[in-house]
């Protein structure tokens, strides 16, 4: 059998975002390794070699992330469509939990509507009504966005290489039918420590948290990866995400959802002093 080999470039930008992640010290963009700032598939190759490299070291893939469903952040990329990356196990935080201090390098703060899936959506021209019929259950959710790429100097190349700038995730503790919700009119209000840091609806996210499931669902079945029963899918922020610091505390409350926290940890106050 033969083995593809990816390209130098696609390696080389791999290993890069993956040291990055292993030390705490951001990389530069990884798009200036490529001829032209480099491609989608491009981004997707490297983005897909660190998570087989990821599945090669035990880590468990339980869903997808969906990135840009803002048309604002789209014109500010210079792209018409979304991203998506993989959700692994161990980016979960529980609702109420604590994020420790240098697990992620540069974290920001989104909230989402999250579904899980009760039927595989193998389609690739998938519609509303197959996602309808697919998912089990809504909960409110918070996804912990980071970067690799110092600065957040990103542009569409660099947030998908860096698994669509995935970090962690939170979830609400119960599960919501979608004949109770109306997850296009949904509100959302995010605090943090206690302020507003953020706030919009369920129309922001691609007009309906519904229709970016949808375009999700189309790309990974194109793609041959088709989303399966058991899913976990985040849909994309609900109104602008809000910069994380040692000691704050985030809440969002999505109606007819509920509510989900998370703190990140405080620095102890000798690591204080040494700096």
């Not at 893939?61 to 998506?84: E, Y």
């Not at 703060?109 to 595989?120: H, Q, T």
């Not at 994309?236 to 926290?261: T, Y």
Request: charged residues 25%.
């Amino acid at each position: 059998m033969t083995t593809v080999l990816d390209p130098p470039a696609v390696v080389k930008a791999a290993d890069l975002l993956a040291e990055a992640a292993r030390t705490g010290a951001a990389c530069p963009p990884v798009r200036d390794l490529f001829d032209d700032g480099g491609d989608l598939e491009t981004a997707y190759a490297v983005q897909q070699l660190n998570v087989r490299r990821g599945l090669d070291a035990g880590r468990r893939i339980v869903g997808r992330k969906i990135g840009l469903t803002s048309v604002a952040v789209q014109r500010q990329l210079g792209v018409d469509r979304p991203d998506f990356g993989a959700l692994f196990a161990d980016m979960a935080v529980p609702d109420g939990g604590e994020v420790p201090v240098g697990r992620l390098l540069q974290p920001k703060v989104e909230a989402e509507v999250a579904l899980v899936l009760g039927r595989d959506l193998p389609h690739r021209e998938c519609t509303v009504v197959d996602v309808l019929r697919a998912v089990d259950f809504a909960l409110p959710a918070l996804e912990i966005v980071d970067s690799r790429v110092r600065g957040w100097d990103i542009s569409l190349v660099d947030t998908v290489a860096d698994n669509a700038s995935c970090g962690l995730y939170v979830l609400g503790a119960t599960p919501v039918p979608l004949t109770c919700v109306d997850l296009r009119a949904v509100t959302m209000a995010m605090h943090r420590n206690g302020e507003t840091a953020s706030e919009g609806t369920g129309a922001a996210c691609l007009g309906s948290p519904l229709n970016a499931a949808v375009w999700l669902a189309s790309a990974l079945a194109e793609r041959g990866d088709p989303l399966r029963a058991g899913d976990l899918v985040l849909t994309g922020a609900l109104g602008p995400m809000a910069p994380a610091a040692p000691g704050d505390l985030f809440e969002a409350h999505i109606l007819d959802l509920g509510s989900v926290r998370v703190r990140f940890a405080a620095e102890c106050a000798a690591e204080g002093e040494q700096r």
